[in-house]
């Protein structure tokens, strides 16, 4: 397992609304989500492969995602793109 830079994403709207998006997103894909308006923990199953842990802490319109531990072989690239998608703000 590695880990990522920490990446930050600009994001329009309110936070309750990115929040509650992020949500539906990694628990629609059998993950857990553990945070608030201000910051948190996710954890997303990648079948076969293994986890990909983080957290999260948002100051105004900004998210800035830290990716703990991964599986050695996913770029963090690739992490931080589906991320990005994920939350609609890509």
Not at 4 to 12: E, L, R
Not at 37 to 61: A, E, H, K, R
């Amino acid at each position: 397992m590695a880990a990522c830079p920490n990446f930050d994403v600009q994001f329009a709207g309110s936070t309750s609304d990115l929040i509650t998006k992020m949500q539906q997103e990694v628990t629609s894909k059998g993950g857990t989500f553990q945070g608030n308006d201000l910051s948190g923990n996710i954890s997303i199953s990648v079948p076969g492969i293994g986890n990909i842990i983080g957290s999260y802490l948002i100051n105004q319109q900004t998210i800035t995602l830290s990716i703990t531990d991964k599986p050695f072989f996913i770029p963090c690239s690739v992490i931080e793109s589906q991320i990005t998608k994920m939350i609609g703000v890509q």
